[in-house]
């Protein structure tokens, strides 16, 4: 089955059927302005629904992965095959020293960077990915027994789904501006967080903030009045209903389990919104309109 390849936090893989329901039946390009494990994107191609494809996140490590995992798949498999005999046939107490110095020799760009941090996610804590203000990765070791850090399989069907997509790193702004009439955007912007001790937001070296969210509704809109359809995720949070309602927009709550969370607690389903533009006029008429 097609799935993401990364365990990443905030991933939307529970959420995947709510948000296709929502989705237009047919589109032109689909757009993923903050694509992480990129589980609508998987979910989409799964359904053969994608035809063409635009991903974007600001992280440029798990871009450059996307991009080899898409142009050179079977060399990655060689060096994620060699790392993962080398961890695994360790004794279980001398697995942390090897994923240290691995994680301290990043390779620069290619293959060797995608299996880098494919290793590192399988054999990380909690299979997070987050750095520091210099943009270092520096989740601790995780100690699995048995992690599967080869699924040969997996990376050669996502491959297959990431030759319709063109993969970039820009910020969300100049990623949205891509859609046209008639396109379908997913936005799943990191987290506005529901209490002061909830921020994971450290996917990249650059913050995520209020005023980032304020930026992202005025794209959502400017997205609405030039006819790209577009469903967002979010926190229930009241800044973000605030920012999305009394706009012609749905604002709904739904429920998913949380996947990621360090304390180990809190995974009871916790609401989420997803703001759609679908019934705004202007998507209606380009949809009713555009040739996709
Ligand atoms: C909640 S995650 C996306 C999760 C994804 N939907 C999934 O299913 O795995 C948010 C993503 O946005 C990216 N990001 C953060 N700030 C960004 C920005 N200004 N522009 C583009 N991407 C950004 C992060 O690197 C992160 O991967």
């Given at each position: 089955m097609t799935a993401p390849i990364v365990k990443w936090a905030g991933g939307k893989g529970k959420l995947?059927?709510?948000?296709?329901?929502?989705?237009?039946q047919v589109f032109g390009t689909f757009h993923?302005?903050?694509?992480?494990?990129?589980?609508?994107?998987?979910?989409?191609?799964?359904?053969?629904?994608?035809h063409r494809a635009c991903l974007n996140d600001l992280n440029p490590d798990l871009v450059d992965t996307y991009r080899a995992v898409r142009d050179a798949p079977n060399l990655i498999i060689e060096e994620l095959q060699q790392l993962s005999?080398?961890?695994?046939?360790?004794p279980h107490e001398d697995r942390a020293a090897l994923y240290y110095q691995v994680r301290a020799a990043k390779p620069h760009v290619g293959p060797a960077l995608a299996a880098w941090l494919l290793f590192l996610n399988k054999t990380c804590y909690n299979g997070l990915?987050?750095?520091?203000?210099?943009?270092?990765?520096?989740v601790p070791h995780g100690d699995y027994v048995n992690p599967r850090i080869l699924d040969r399989d997996a990376l050669l069907r996502a491959s297959r789904c990431l030759q319709r997509a063109e993969i970039v790193s820009e910020d969300f702004?100049?990623?949205?501006?891509?859609?046209?009439?008639?396109?379908f955007v997913y936005l799943d912007p990191p987290y506005q967080p529901l209490t002061s001790t909830a921020?994971?937001?450290?996917?990249?070296?650059?913050?995520?903030?209020?005023?980032?969210?304020?930026?992202?509704?005025?794209?959502?809109?400017?997205l609405t009045t030039r006819g790209a359809a577009a469903i967002l995720s979010n926190s229930s949070h009241r800044l973000i209903s605030d920012l999305y309602e009394g706009r012609g927009y749905s604002v709904e709550e739904v429920f998913m389990a949380r996947a990621i969370n360090s304390a180990g607690q809190g995974r009871s389903p916790v609401p989420e919104l997803l703001i759609s533009n679908l019934s705004r006029p202007e998507v209606i008429q380009?949809?009713?309109?555009?040739?996709?």
């Open positions: 995947v059927p709510a948000i296709l329901a929502r989705a237009p993923e302005p903050f694509l992480g494990g990129g589980a609508v994107f998987f979910g989409l191609c799964r359904e053969g629904r994608l005999n080398c961890y695994l046939s360790r990915f987050r750095v520091n203000r210099r943009g270092e990765f520096n702004g100049d990623a949205c501006k891509r859609a046209q009439p008639g396109d921020n994971f937001t450290s996917y990249t070296s650059v913050e995520f903030g209020e005023d980032e969210q304020i930026r992202l509704r005025d794209e959502f809109e400017a380009a949809f009713s309109s555009s040739p996709k």
